[in-house]
């Protein structure tokens, strides 16, 4: 939505000196409110002068909180022309209340948001395209990669500027490794023939070498990511090309439940584990796919002795689940606060990006991955190279409540409460309905 520049200002000021200039009388010319020309003229430009207040809503907590608080002042710091002042909100609560507030036009002037969630606004219209506003504040959008752009474009207009990819990487222990005697003399990990039968044998090892430890902690808790992990590296989708019909009741996604109730009867993985990321932190397990989020947490503590590659294809490709952090700009906002937003993105995206990346996620932006500063960063080339074979959620509107019964039917399978066959078939069914709908 291009902006385009008022003059109103200018020719109000004009006007009043005009104004003042032809008096037949001695005083001074006066405006509606009963203001000199002169006190008219000095609150212009002041107002002028004053910077743009936007409000930026997110989820950010902890770790990543810190680092978006270093953005933002960094930001609010370089220039006079913008002020953000950011709204945190809970993350179980953020999107109920961000749905709200585009739907009432009351809200935030730039929000964060995941890439599967933007479907919903885009149809509804609640936020704007971004392309002209990046245009008019001088922001490439050609730096951010490919994938990331199209995760974003609907109709061919990109909707968002892409912060970051976020994915699992393979997380492995190198004391516990060796212990195993699966350490190879460069610290990484003897994965031996990577098909499911084959990393199995890998697992039985380290259950047989060091028992009181699991071999991979699975994140049972949400266990929709490693299941989709595994099924996408087996060349399976959730829905089909035309996004109106569920695609996973097949034998893809059962081969992959199978290996992974296999990993829980063996003992390999613990079933009852509901913290596996602590379990991993603290020694508990030798494998673990974990976030990319998680690396400033488990790499840069050299005590820790943990390493990390991209996810091995155990069931035929690289191919991965991820998402991504996103901007958007909601429809209400005004042409003057949409310019001044996208001015804080293009410096999230081009100098925050640096400070992004050492949260553990892998800036969209190819000029930050490009640079030496991130490269020097621990295992950013292997990031960097896991996030070239990502695959993003089906874009469509009701992804969210599909996902959400994907992941409530995946606990009912793996818990035995169903079997993977009726689990699967009911998946589908449910998919089915949610999509006629």
């Given at each position: 939505?291009?902006?385009?520049?008022?003059?109103?200002?200018?020719?109000?000021?004009?006007?009043?000196?005009?104004?003042?200039?032809?008096?037949?009388?001695?005083?001074?010319?006066?405006?509606?409110?009963?203001?000199?020309?002169?006190?008219?003229?000095?609150?212009?430009?002041?107002?002028?002068?004053?910077?743009?207040?936007?409000?930026?809503?997110?989820?950010?907590?902890?770790?990543?909180?810190?680092?978006?608080?270093?953005?933002?002042?960094?930001?609010?710091?370089?220039?006079?022309?913008?002020?953000?002042?950011?709204?945190?909100?809970?993350?179980?609560?953020?999107?109920?209340?961000?749905?709200?507030?585009?739907?009432?036009?009351?809200?935030?002037?730039?929000?964060?948001?995941?890439?599967?969630?933007?479907?919903?606004?885009?149809?509804?219209?609640?936020?704007?395209?971004?392309?002209?506003?990046?245009?008019?504040?001088?922001?490439?959008?050609?730096?951010?990669?490919?994938?990331?752009?199209?995760?974003?474009?609907?109709?061919?207009?990109?909707?968002?500027?892409?912060?970051?990819?976020?994915?699992?990487?393979?997380?492995?222990?190198?004391?516990?490794?060796?212990?195993?005697?699966?350490?190879?003399?460069?610290?990484?990990?003897?994965?031996?023939?990577?098909?499911?039968?084959?990393?199995?044998?890998?697992?039985?090892?380290?259950?047989?070498?060091?028992?009181?430890?699991?071999?991979?902690?699975?994140?049972?808790?949400?266990?929709?990511?490693?299941?989709?992990?595994?099924?996408?590296?087996?060349?399976?989708?959730?829905?089909?090309?035309?996004?109106?019909?569920?695609?996973?009741?097949?034998?893809?996604?059962?081969?992959?439940?199978?290996?992974?109730?296999?990993?829980?009867?063996?003992?390999?993985?613990?079933?009852?584990?509901?913290?596996?990321?602590?379990?991993?932190?603290?020694?508990?397990?030798?494998?673990?796919?974990g976030g990319v989020w998680e690396a400033g947490l488990l790499l840069n503590d050299k005590a820790l002795n943990i390493g990390a590659m991209p996810l091995p294809a155990i069931f035929g490709s690289q191919t991965h689940w991820a998402s991504s952090h996103l901007l958007v700009v909601p429809s209400y906002v005004t042409p003057e606060k949409q310019e001044a937003a996208a001015k804080?993105?293009?410096?999230?995206?081009?100098?925050?990006?640096?400070?992004?990346?050492?949260?553990?996620?892998?800036?969209?932006?190819?000029?930050?991955?490009?640079?030496?500063?991130?490269?020097?960063?621990?295992?950013?080339?292997?990031?960097?190279?896991?996030?070239?074979?990502?695959?993003?959620?089906?874009?469509?509107?009701?992804?969210?409540?599909?996902?959400?019964?994907?992941?409530?039917?995946l606990q009912n399978i793996i818990f035995s409460k169903q079997t993977p066959e009726e689990g699967l078939k009911l998946m589908e069914k449910q998919i089915n309905d949610i999509i006629a709908n």
């Amino acid at each position: 939505m291009k902006k385009k520049l008022t003059s109103m200002l200018t020719a109000s000021v004009a006007l009043a000196l005009v104004v003042s200039g032809c008096s037949s009388t001695k005083e001074s010319a006066t405006n509606t409110t009963g203001a000199s020309a002169k006190e008219t003229t000095k609150a212009a430009e002041s107002k002028s002068t004053s910077p743009v207040e936007i409000t930026f809503w997110n989820m950010f907590g902890g770790g990543e909180g810190d680092f978006v608080d270093q953005i933002i002042k960094g930001y609010n710091d370089s220039q006079k022309e913008v002020t953000v002042k950011q709204l945190r909100l809970e993350s179980n609560e953020y999107y109920a209340k961000l749905s709200t507030a585009l739907s009432s036009s009351k809200g935030p002037d730039v929000a964060v948001a995941h890439v599967d969630r933007i479907s919903p606004f885009v149809k509804a219209k609640q936020i704007v395209p971004v392309d002209q506003l990046a245009t008019k504040v001088g922001f490439d959008l050609k730096q951010i990669s490919d994938s990331n752009i199209k995760s974003v474009s609907y109709d061919g207009k990109p909707y968002a500027v892409p912060l970051d990819t976020h994915f699992h990487m393979f997380y492995y222990n190198k004391d516990l490794l060796k212990k195993a005697e699966l350490l190879n003399d460069d610290g990484t990990p003897k994965l031996g023939d990577l098909t499911p039968d084959g990393f199995k044998k890998t697992l039985a090892q380290i259950h047989a070498k060091v028992p009181d430890v699991q071999a991979l902690a699975v994140n049972t808790p949400y266990f929709q990511e490693p299941f989709l992990n595994l099924y996408y590296e087996a060349g399976g989708d959730l829905l089909n090309a035309d996004l109106n019909k569920a695609a996973i009741n097949n034998d893809k996604a059962l081969n992959v439940l199978k290996f992974y109730m296999d990993l829980y009867n063996n003992k390999y993985s613990d079933l009852n584990d509901k913290t596996p990321w602590d379990s991993f932190h603290s020694g508990k397990a030798a494998f673990w796919f974990g976030g990319v989020w998680e690396a400033g947490l488990l790499l840069n503590d050299k005590a820790l002795n943990i390493g990390a590659m991209p996810l091995p294809a155990i069931f035929g490709s690289q191919t991965h689940w991820a998402s991504s952090h996103l901007l958007v700009v909601p429809s209400y906002v005004t042409p003057e606060k949409q310019e001044a937003a996208a001015k804080f993105m293009k410096y999230f995206s081009e100098i925050g990006g640096k400070t992004w990346g050492q949260a553990g996620h892998v800036p969209a932006n190819s000029v930050v991955t490009n640079s030496d500063e991130y490269k020097k960063l621990p295992y950013r080339n292997f990031f960097i190279e896991a996030q070239k074979t990502v695959k993003f959620a089906p874009k469509t509107d009701k992804y969210t409540t599909i996902i959400t019964t994907v992941s409530e039917s995946l606990q009912n399978i793996i818990f035995s409460k169903q079997t993977p066959e009726e689990g699967l078939k009911l998946m589908e069914k449910q998919i089915n309905d949610i999509i006629a709908n």
